[in-house]
């Protein structure tokens, strides 16, 4: 499968509630991340940090590693979850895309996972 590098994304929160908050969320475009600002939702629970992503233009790659970006469409949701290590400044855990996407091959659906790994957050001051 396609080898993909790692992408950094800055996360600044806007509002926090209790256990809820919200955010701004903007990848790395030098590093192939998604043009644009997107919003992140998201609550933490005894160390436990779960958000989603919701970025504003479909960016896909295709099979020789080339980004495609659509400009009328919004990219899927990615989750996001992991745990806040003891120190409380990093995060590391695991994401996934929400949906899974629906395809025909020969006239038999398929679902498909669109991807997922793993991530590590770092506090910025």
């Known amino acids: 499968g396609l080898q993909l590098n790692p992408v950094e994304f800055e996360v600044e929160i806007v509002a926090m509630e209790n256990e809820c908050f919200t955010g701004k969320v903007q990848d790395n475009v030098e590093m192939g991340g998604m043009p644009g600002v997107g919003e992140i939702i998201g609550n933490i629970n005894n160390g436990l940090i779960v958000f989603e992503k919701n970025m504003p ?4 790659l295709t099979k020789n590693g080339d980004q495609i970006t659509k400009k009328n469409k919004k990219h899927p949701t990615i989750v996001y979850s992991g ?3 003891s120190d409380k400044r990093i ?4 994401w996934k895309f929400k949906k899974l996407k629906f ?8 679902w498909y996972d669109l991807g997922n790994g793993t991530f590590t957050m770092q506090e910025i001051d």
């Not at 233009?57 to 896909?60: D, K, L, N, S, W």
């Not at 995060?91 to 695991?94: L, Y």
């Not at 395809?103 to 398929?110: A, D, H, N, Q, V």
């Open 91 to 94: 995060i590391q855990g695991k």
């Open 103 to 110: 395809m025909w091959i020969s006239l038999i659906p398929w």
């Open 57 to 60: 233009f479909e960016t896909m």
């Open 83 to 85: 745990k806040l290590e």
